[in-house]
């Protein structure tokens, strides 16, 4: 009887020896399997979506993640890359011009397999990145970088903002027009060339005001743009200031809650989704969630493109006006953009990218 007592004991210690050691593996894979990352920013992953192992970062510039605008447009890229194919992506925000190189070497240090600087300040930051890390995979938005490591898209803002300047001199009730931009650099003048010329093209005498706020991220001087415009008869203002252009949607929301019609217009995605009909006139989208998303599943799916640029415009139909423009801009108005945009397609009309020209 002791003897086969002592066998049971055995037997058990040996069976919670192998239980523990089976628990110990289990945490050990759970631990390496976590990612880990800054708290918030990080997306969260599919449960249906493929298990690849690629880490994909993005540096936002000084507009931040959630400006509204291309920033945002490219984190959601980013995620919807996230739920399909189960790559980890994750995001950081600069604070300053100083803090863009900082940021992409601290993802190439980690070894992400491609790191997104969105926004045309990132060129000097990412060349020097690329040339110290050749063997690093880097991508940019809004500016070139010639570099056999880095993918560079940029968009023909231009022909889109000769568009939305289409709507704006058939639409306008005072004959005076607003421009905002934030930094004065060629992928915003850009933006003013085209625009100037499209209301131009519709309203020879109409008085199109221009202010640069010299900053991407401050509502607040955007606010105070919009004020001196609308104080001074403009009815509608188009901006291109990254966060800098809430400030004009919150100014103009202030005057039409007191009774003065007033508009804006948006900029690289649909912003009535997040200022409201009631004060957007119409945006002029760009294709920055499209060419990051594709960009990253190249990657995934093994079709990196080092060294390439792309240049997406209205024959891509990478730019223009989103379908929601019906809510506020009339049928005819729109028929009148579809004929400039066909001309501007085939060649007819050449937009200039540069003001004054």
Request: net charge negative; aromatic share 6%.
């Amino acid at each position: 009887m002791k003897k086969q007592l002592s066998w049971t004991l055995v037997l058990v210690l040996v069976l919670t020896l192998v239980l523990s050691a089976c628990g110990a593996k289990n945490n050990e894979d759970g631990k390496n399997n976590n990612t880990g990352g800054n708290a918030g920013n990080e997306a969260s992953p599919s449960p249906d979506a493929p298990k690849s192992d690629l880490k994909i970062g993005m540096v936002t510039d000084v507009g931040g993640v959630n400006d509204k605008s291309f920033n945002q447009s490219a984190w959601e890229a980013l995620q919807q890359v996230k739920k399909d194919t189960g790559a980890e992506v994750k995001y950081l925000e600069s604070k300053g011009d100083a803090d863009l190189e900082p940021n992409l070497n601290q993802f190439v240090r980690d070894k992400y397999d491609l790191t997104w600087g969105i926004g045309f300040l990132f060129s000097e930051a990412m060349a020097k990145v690329a040339k110290d890390n050749p063997d690093a995979k880097l991508a940019i938005i809004d500016n070139v970088v010639e570099a056999p490591n880095v993918a560079s898209v940029t968009f023909a803002e231009h022909e889109g903002s000769y568009l939305v300047g289409v709507v704006a001199g058939l639409m306008t009730k005072t004959n005076k027009i607003g421009f905002v931009g934030g930094m004065k650099i060629p992928v915003i003048t850009k933006f003013e060339a085209g625009f100037v010329a499209g209301v131009k093209a519709v309203k020879p005498d109409a008085k199109v005001s221009i202010n640069y706020t010299g900053d991407f991220g401050k509502p607040d001087l955007g606010k105070a743009a919009a004020a001196t415009m609308y104080n001074d008869g403009v009815d509608i203002i188009f901006h291109a200031s990254g966060a800098t252009g809430n400030g004009v949607f919150n100014e103009a929301q202030e005057r039409v809650k007191s009774g003065k019609k007033v508009w804006v217009i948006g900029v690289d995605k649909d912003q009535s989704l997040e200022f409201g009909d009631e004060v957007t006139l119409t945006s002029m989208t760009k294709g920055v969630k499209a060419a990051v998303e594709k960009i990253s599943k190249d990657l995934v799916d093994g079709k990196w493109a080092g060294g390439s640029v792309q240049e997406l415009g209205l024959k891509d139909d990478a730019v223009g006006l989103p379908e929601t423009s019906t809510k506020n801009v009339p049928a005819d108005v729109l028929t009148k953009v579809e004929e400039y945009k066909a001309k501007i397609v085939s060649g007819e009309i050449k937009v200039p990218t540069e003001p004054g020209k």
